[in-house]
């Protein structure tokens, strides 16, 4: 049985000031933060025996307009799926639970699921970031002259590349930058086994403006090989790092249970 290692970031914890009692997720968070990954300025978390907080976290964002999402980090993680709750409506939560099944349900059963949860879980509110104009990518880093970058309009990670009508773009940038030749072979190829929108030189270009430093990327290399960032690029010219994840980070647990 694959599971996450909680431990993946216990070294890098006391060089960065993270907090390693934190569930994994906002380990991740507070590290990209540290070094300088742009973030969701509106998300706001609390954990999920504050009642109190979280009532008036609920609150809050729906009077500022849904959907808006509430993200549970659990620690121990009982499995790779994170549950999640898309606030539509007071009368309709669509909730995902942590072995992915999902059913909607009303936004006082989803306060009575959060309240369930164990002490040291955390849940985060934000607004959703998935519209049709935002841009989801992956940019999994290999090397300072080696990068692929995944990205298309209108879904959600996820679901990244699945939806051939979708505009999107995969090729491999150099030191965080791209070539015209190479986006002119890089779309040829796309057209070629089935995506007839490709996302403009200009987008992709921009994208990797907005990426961070080179030596942010370094340094969660050193963590360990081909860290892969999540992130969404809004219509608005904004890249919002999502996640960052490892190939290390997953182990098998023995005995299978």
């Keep these: 049985m694959i599971v996450m290692n909680e431990c993946f970031l216990s070294k890098a914890g006391s060089k960065y000031s993270i907090d390693t009692n934190l569930p994994l997720r906002l380990q991740k968070r507070a590290l990209l933060k540290a070094l300088g990954f742009p973030g969701d300025p509106n998300l706001k978390g609390c954990q999920s025996c504050e009642i109190n907080k979280v009532e008036q976290l609920f609150k ?44 909607v349900i009303t936004a006082d059963e989803a306060l009575s699921i959060i309240k369930a949860y164990p002490q040291n879980t955390w849940v985060e509110f934000a607004p959703l970031p998935w519209r049709e104009s935002t841009i989801a990518g992956r940019l999994i880093y290999v090397a300072m002259d080696n990068q692929v970058l995944e990205i298309q309009q209108g879904t959600v990670p996820a679901k990244l590349i699945n ?23 890089d779309s040829r190829r796309l057209r070629a086994v089935g995506y007839p ?61």
């Design 60 to 103: 809050e964002y729906s009077t500022q307009g849904y959907p808006f999402l509430i993200i549970v980090s659990e620690k121990p993680m009982p499995s790779l799926v994170p549950p999640l709750f898309v606030v539509n409506d007071s009368h309709s939560v669509q909730w995902r639970d942590n072995q992915g099944a999902k059913r």
């Design 163 to 185: 939806d051939r009508q979708l505009p999107t773009y995969v090729g491999e940038l150099s030191f965080l930058d791209v070539e015209r030749y190479r986006y002119l072979e």
């Design 197 to 257: 929108s490709i996302c403009s030189f200009g987008v992709v270009r921009n994208i990797c403006r907005e990426m961070p430093a080179m030596a942010s990327f370094e340094e969660l290399r050193f963590i360990s090989q081909l860290p892969t960032l999540e992130f969404a690029f809004t219509g608005t010219g904004r890249l919002m790092a999502i996640d960052i994840d490892w190939p290390a980070q997953y182990i098998e647990k023995k005995g299978g249970r």
